[in-house]
């Protein structure tokens, strides 16, 4: 029997396959999933988004994001879930904002999806309750859980289909894709590849944080050059040849990371990676046939050396026996028709 799904975005970050951010790109795939398996996707997002199904869009917010401006988008989205809910035979909500809990429907089975450190999100959501499912995108990241927690069984990010398929001459830049803000530690890339003179390409987007501004004016923006370079956001299409292309990528977060879709894309690719044994890294990244687990910019800086010294056959096959696209599609896809159905009953 046919579904209908609604998506909920993270309401200030755009849904796409060309986007930046994690969440909205495994949000884009599913829309696509169920669209192809003959599903009814709706999805509340921001401006800027390209979806497969019916998109609604939130009204345009402007200048930097504030707690004034917050208030204001959660109202909309509040608003906006409840009409659609009004207009549409919903069987399932699946959030997938950090901030879902402020505009949280009632009376309609909800998965949220945890893409962020759970120590990031209000404690009270892990408390049992009716009608809301909760589950994290990798075993490092749901070990992290706190006592008591009530969370289904995690599901790993996949990648792409399209990028097992990219085959790029290999050349010498290192790669960086990533939102641009202080956490993800773009900066030490940067020092990592300006010791062995190596490349290194950015793509990524500055969101109108203050902080994340700043950041990039006072911490990135000062060790860019000729061979350092900030690309901005990419296409789908330019991101894929420059993962393939890559001597490697490097992902330099300061924070647990939950998955790092990143880091599995450039997988896909046959590109090793570089990252720091944060969260979920040492999951994805097997030191020395992947990619290389560093403690500090001195090892980063040794490892963009040593990366060509990596098979990317291995890389890629790593990649597809824990992170196919398929499988994620169909691990959501079951556990929808099994949340409804639980609902169903529920109302029986």
Request: with cysteine; net charge neutral.
């Amino acid at each position: 029997m046919a579904l209908t799904v609604l998506s909920v975005a993270y309401p200030f970050a755009p849904v796409g396959p060309d986007v930046v951010g994690g969440a909205e790109q495994v949000l884009s795939a599913l829309d696509r999933a169920l669209v192809r398996n003959g599903h009814h996707s709706i999805i509340i997002a921001c401006k800027g988004s390209e979806t497969a199904g019916r998109l609604i869009t939130l009204p345009s917010g402007r200048g930097p994001i504030d707690d004034v401006v917050r208030q204001e988008r959660w109202a909309q989205m509040r608003r906006l879930i409840a009409w659609v809910l009004t207009q549409e035979r919903v069987d399932l909500v699946h959030l997938h904002g950090i901030d879902f809990h402020e505009y949280l429907p009632e009376g309609i089975p909800t998965l949220a999806t945890l893409h962020l450190p759970l120590d990031w999100y209000p404690g009270w959501i892990f408390q049992r309750r009716p009608n809301l499912w909760l589950h994290c995108v990798s075993e490092a990241q749901h070990r992290t859980a706190p006592d008591g927690a009530s969370l289904l069984p995690p599901v790993p990010n996949g990648a792409p289909q399209a990028l097992f398929e990219t085959r790029q001459r290999k050349r010498d830049h290192a790669l960086l894709l990533s939102r641009i803000c202080p956490e993800k530690g773009i900066h030490l890339a940067l020092q990592a590849c300006r010791l062995v003179d190596v490349p290194l390409l950015i793509g990524g987007q500055i969101f109108p944080y203050e902080a994340h501004q700043r950041y990039f004016r006072e911490e990135v923006a000062q060790l860019l050059d000729s061979r350092r370079k900030f690309l901005g956001p990419l296409d789908f299409d330019r991101k894929r040849r420059l993962l393939a292309s890559a001597r490697c990528v490097i992902v330099p977060s300061l924070v647990a990371e939950t998955s790092s879709l990143t880091a599995i894309e450039a997988l896909a690719c046959g590109t090793p990676v570089i990252a720091f044994a944060k969260g979920a890294l040492p999951e994805v990244i097997e030191d020395g046939r992947t990619g290389f687990i560093v403690d500090d910019v001195l090892e980063m800086a040794q490892a963009v050396s040593a990366a060509p010294s990596l098979d990317p056959a291995a890389c890629r096959a790593a990649a597809r026996e824990r992170f196919s696209p398929e499988t994620m599609e169909r691990r959501y896809l079951d556990l929808y028709r099994q949340l409804t159905d639980t609902g169903r009953r529920a109302e029986c």
